[in-house]
């Protein structure tokens, strides 16, 4: 099955620098990319995703670049802000399957 | 309908207990998954549902685990004989399926059912 693994695993920055993430995968036929953040003591919730007919996608200080040949797709977070400091998962999905294979998670600490 | 609900939020058990938890998704949602998070891990996929056919099973899942959506709305997740082992969030998603590649397939989760077992 899918394997997804991201890197590092914690990643501190201070507030107004930019964060980036990188997530990896390992189904080249793997087609859809999101990322969900998840902060201490609630739920998963989708940042943004990507599709694989993409290169690249931005919603306002977030985006997400994916590299099919090199099976990696990164979360681009700038201006930091405190309220960006949670733990993000990336994920994996092949298209008309939704099962979602999952990383282990990256925390993010924005230092004020 | 706000979201994806969960019932109980918190379950505390003996080992050896049997456990239910109840999941009810978006009304319009046809899939219906259910993963499980311990702490410092992502979510680990169980079993999905589409409307109330269970279409996949994780080799995760063992047999004192059992999912069902008997009428394509709400879920239960019955675990059996309970172990240390499984302690965790459970958590439930919902989301549109529509099948092909361009499909939205964005889960939508709930706030999780957290068992801890003594």
């Known amino acids: 099955g899918e394997n997804v693994e991201q890197h590092p695993s914690t990643l501190s920055v201070q507030e107004g620098d930019s964060a980036v993430i990188k997530c990896t995968y390992s189904?080249?036929?793997?087609?859809?990319f999101p990322w969900y953040k998840q902060e201490l003591g609630k739920r998963p919730q989708l940042i943004i995703d990507?599709?694989?007919?993409?290169g690249e996608k931005k919603d306002q200080r977030i985006a997400v670049t994916l590299n099919k040949t090199a099976k990696h797709f990164s979360l681009h977070i700038t201006e930091t802000q405190p309220e960006d400091s949670a733990v993000y998962f990336c994920?994996?999905?092949?298209?008309?399957?939704?099962?979602?294979?999952f990383g282990k998670g990256n925390q993010v600490v924005v230092i004020p | 309908d706000t979201g994806v609900s969960q019932d109980p939020r918190h379950k505390i058990t003996k080992r050896g207990q049997n456990v239910t938890f109840r999941c009810d998704p978006i009304?319009?949602?046809?899939?219906l998954y259910w993963y499980r998070q311990t702490l410092g891990q992502g979510p680990e996929f169980l079993t999905y549902f589409q409307n109330e056919a269970q279409l996949e099973k994780s080799r995760l899942l063992s047999d004192r685990f059992s999912a069902e959506r008997p009428k394509g709305s709400f879920s239960t997740l019955e675990i059996q004989r309970t172990e240390q082992g499984d302690s965790a969030m459970y958590l439930c998603?919902?989301?549109?399926?529509?099948?092909?590649?361009?499909?939205?397939?964005?889960?939508?989760f709930g706030a999780g059912s957290r068992l801890t077992v003594l």
């Open positions: 009304s319009e949602h046809n899939r």
């Open positions: 994920a994996a999905s092949k298209g008309g399957n939704n099962r979602l294979a």
């Open positions: 189904d080249s036929a793997s087609n859809y």
């Open positions: 998603a919902s989301s549109l399926g529509t099948g092909d590649w361009s499909g939205a397939n964005v889960l939508t």
């Open positions: 990507i599709r694989s007919n993409v």
